[in-house]
């Protein structure tokens, strides 16, 4: 195992990987409940949705995680990574209580708290395991390889 | 609450964890091939750096693994729509949320190799664990 320090960028990425996901399905989730109801005999009502501010906000945020997890695992464990968007629903159950002012019950508090521990002992360890032919060195030669 | 499709009772019990499974699956199997294909491109922060934003892009984007995880991905989405038309959504959320946190472990281990020590064991159950808490 190397690499146990990530840089302030790496757990920037890997907070945006937490955030955008929860974010992203809420604002998807209140562009719909917005719209009329839609079936599957005019599905071109969808496409019009896309263009609603809440949906587009929605799909830019998930296009944000996408690249943000793609970028982590780049760089970071797939065990290492998958703990932050676990994390995300924390991040939901807090913005519901606190924001939104929802009852929160106490299973879903003692959800939050396994999560939170169980990230803690992620982000305590390296993130990233050393196998002895890793590519990430040779990540740059082969890509200038390819613009050759 | 759960809530119930007008089928959900009909469902053999069988036929319901065929379609849990199938959903664990295919989610584990994009998941495991979308970190093989970002492992085998390489750090994207350098490759960025070096070649640009459409450099890093151009390496995702020719890279073939890539393309079979979210092909898998996609299938997973379409199995939990599938299985969410038969089964109640309290027992398919948290059931495959869960499940899912302790198979990519598995084949994290297995597949990519990864040192998954006792601390990313305990954290995988820990979360597993809340993440049932949380949906149900």
Redo the contacts between chains.
Sequence with gaps: MGQAKLSVGQWMILGLVAVCAPLGDACLSRGMAAMPQIDLAHPLSLIGAVFTPWIAGGIALLICFFASYLTALSWADLTFVLPATAFGNMIVELLSKFWLKEEVSLERWIGVLLITVGVGFVAQGPARTELPNNSVTAAVPMEEEKAR | MTILSPSAVSVNPWVGAAMLAAIVVASTTG??L??AA??????????RA??GMK?AI???L?CPLFFAGVSFLALAFFSLLFALNHLSLGLVAPASASLT?VT??IA??FF??????K??W??????C????????
């Design positions: 998941e495991v979308t970190a970002m492992k085998s491109i390489g750090d994207l922060d350098d490759i070096h070649s450099g151009r390496a995702v020719t946190v990519n472990a994290a281990k990519l190799h990864e040192n998954v020590d601390r990313r305990t954290a995988a159950v820990l979360i664990i809340g993440v049932y808490f949380l949906v149900h």
